[in-house]
């Protein structure tokens, strides 16, 4: 069966304090991992897409890296603006999204 | 560039009503994919039309049902409203093939009585 894992469930930064986001994952013949940001209310935004073991993407103070079971959004030196769930979803049949983890960046 | 569209932003029906929910998809796109979103939880996929076909379907019961249009968009209907169908529905365009990345539109907030 198809399982998206994030943690933490809820992160509270300090502006400027770097961290990682996790997202674990089983599924059957992996065509793709994504990641999305959504604000309150809104729809998912989205940022990365990942398809093999040892990729990274970066954009911004983002960067995503994928491997055979696992991948990391790093925030680094977060702002205010940063704030906001960040979704990880895989792809095999459909799109299977994690609960997303709840990033909170203090000025 | 027109981005991904969805009508109503927000709904509020009773039990057993019925509903409709529509979506345009980004300029270029063939492929919407429609999801539901409960609170505090990630985007469940209810069904996904490609050329006026549904092309592939969630574990979401029959009451779900939707078409696509030949200008690519899309309406969700759901019929014999529940409470638990309380939700933020989203509706996602994409290209063609099941690899490419979709992006969401903003989401109709769809409350039952």
Same mark, same amino acid.
């Given at each position: 069966e198809d399982q998206v894992t994030q943690s933490p469930e809820a992160l509270r930064l300090q502006e400027g304090e770097s961290s990682s986001l996790n997202c674990s994952y089983t599924v059957s013949g992996l065509r793709g991992l994504f990641w999305y940001r959504q604000d309150p209310g809104k729809g998912p935004e989205f940022l990365f897409t990942l398809y093999s073991a040892g990729e990274e993407k970066e954009k911004e103070r983002l960067k995503a890296t994928l491997t055979k079971k696992e991948s990391f959004l790093h925030i680094t030196? !977060?702002? !205010?603006?940063?704030s906001a769930t960040y979704l990880c979803a895989v792809r095999a049949n459909n799109l299977f999204f994690g609960t997303g983890t709840r990033l909170t960046v203090i000025p | 560039d027109a981005g991904v569209t969805q009508s109503p932003t927000h709904l509020i029906k009773t039990r057993g009503q019925q509903v409709t929910l529509r979506c345009s998809p980004k300029s270029g796109h063939d492929t919407v994919s429609w999801y539901q979103q409960a609170l505090g939880q990630g985007p469940q996929f209810i069904f996904q039309y490609y050329e006026e076909e549904e092309r592939q379907r969630g574990n979401f019961p029959d009451r779900f049902s939707g078409h696509q249009f030949p200008n690519y968009s899309s309406e969700l209907n759901v019929n014999a409203?529940?409470?638990?169908?309380s939700a933020l529905y989203l509706c996602a365009s994409s290209l063609g093939g099941i690899q490419e990345t979709q992006y969401f539109g903003p989401g109709t907030r769809l409350l039952v009585l």
């Open positions: 030196a !977060p702002k !205010p603006e940063d | 409203l529940l409470l638990g169908d």
